[in-house]
């Protein structure tokens, strides 16, 4: 045992589209496990839901940082920017708690709509969630 746990959660059951998933929380210090959680989702819930809080964080000549509110369960977020009237992926987050990214290589004094969309990956197929608000930053 140790004094002060930093757990590790690990998936033991996938959600599907009519079951709920179930983590195990184990410190990676230690190693003791806590008991299962459920999932509060099935694929369906999940799918639903829409990244929240949206926001440029930070905004430079030729960059846009984006910034949202981690979404539980998510495998990771894809980042979207509108360039001559079409949505583009640019950046695809494979890190769940990455809720943070960089957008460099923009022109300076122009306008760009960006959106997030949580995405989770269960064997070889991906679910994605809603489309976040669109939001529009101007670069200085």
Known sequence: NCETHVFKETV???????????????????????????????????????????????????????????????????????????WTRIRTIKDFEQVTTTIKGLKSGRKYKFYVQGYYKQGGEIHRTEKSDVITVRTK
């Open 12 to 86: 033991t059951k996938q959600p599907t589209t009519v079951e709920k998933g179930r983590k195990t929380l184990i410190c990676i210090q230690c190693g003791e496990k806590t008991k299962e959680a459920v999932a509060t989702f099935t694929i369906e819930d999940f799918t639903a839901k829409k990244i929240a809080n949206l926001k440029a964080s930070k905004t430079g000549k030729t960059t846009v940082s984006l910034k949202w509110k981690q979404l539980s369960w998510a495998t990771g977020y894809y980042v979207y920017i509108k360039k001559d009237g079409e």
